[in-house]
């Protein structure tokens, strides 16, 4: 999957929660609390 897909993705499953994911600062990222919970939704 090419990284414009993976951000396409991401901010679907943003808009679906209703919360952000992930914090983008420049061409880093931090899992935030909600992205961690459903983290552990989709892999527990």
């Known amino acids: 999957m090419t ?4 951000s396409q993705q991401i901010q679907k499953l943003e808009q679906a ?3 952000s994911l992930i914090t983008r ?4 990222f931090e899992i935030t609390e909600q ?6 939704c989709a892999t527990g």
């Open 3 to 6: 990284q414009p897909g993976v």
């Open 25 to 28: 600062l420049n061409k880093q």
């Open 17 to 19: 929660c209703g919360h």
């Open 35 to 40: 992205g961690q919970q459903v983290y552990q």
